[in-house]
């Protein structure tokens, strides 16, 4: 596999295992993930869906990213936009459908499993630099363009404010919120770190080696 081909497929593993972190939250009625929590309040305002929501506040954002840092953009980002919504509302529905009355054990662990999910899966597409979501790059611009603060830092600030705007529109805000509020930064900082840039060198070391045989 090519160093292209590599990033390619973190991106889109990324995407997809965010759009199904995202609804193994909405199925633990836990709390949500903070953009989960802003894209609900307003499909709670509207009376519309989360998909729908989500996909028109990461277009907006989108048109923001274009035209301010456009470096941002790439295949997750697009991936992101159409596929995230789907992938979250589908994945609760197939939870729901076999869980029908979940324990409060099984909601946490689905809490838990969704906190470093969604971690993991934020890592991979903002390592392989083919794009990311139009959110994501809020906190990559205070961070590196701006150097506004550190990434967990810039993180934390714009999770906060989708918490606040989340509990003003009624979205379900609950210990999971919180939890991804505070320590989804830092645990992505983790997974890229141990798991993902160590990945992508690895693998450049390989094919530089390779061409110098």
Not at 21 to 29: N, P
Request: some cysteine; glycine content about 6%; charged content about 10%.
């Amino acid at each position: 596999m090519t160093d292209k081909k590599l990033r390619i497929t973190m991106s889109l593993v990324g995407v997809i295992l965010t759009g199904i972190s995202v609804g193994i939250f909405q199925a633990a009625r836990l709390g949500t993930d903070p953009l989960t929590c802003f894209a609900t309040a307003l499909a709670n305002f509207f009376n519309s869906t989360y998909a729908i929501c989500f996909t028109i506040i990461t277009g907006i954002l989108l048109v923001a990213v274009f035209f301010v840092k456009r470096h941002y953009i790439g295949l997750a980002t697009i991936l992101s936009l159409c596929f995230i919504g789907i992938m979250a509302d589908t994945t609760r529905w197939l939870i729901e459908l076999v869980i029908t009355n979940p324990n409060m054990t099984s909601r946490i662990f689905l809490m838990a499993f969704a906190v470093l999910l969604l971690s993991f899966a934020s890592s991979l597409y903002f390592t392989a630099d083919m794009g990311v979501s139009s959110y994501d790059a809020m906190a990559l611009m205070a961070s590196k363009d701006y150097q506004l603060a550190a990434f967990r830092v810039c993180r934390v600030t714009t999770d906060l404010f989708c918490v606040i705007v989340g509990f003003m529109g009624g979205a379900d805000i609950g210990i999971g919120t919180v939890i991804t509020a505070f320590m989804m930064g830092p645990f992505v900082q983790w997974f890229n770190e141990h798991f993902s840039e160590p990945l992508l060198k690895s693998k450049q070391a390989i094919d530089t080696t390779c061409a110098a045989c």
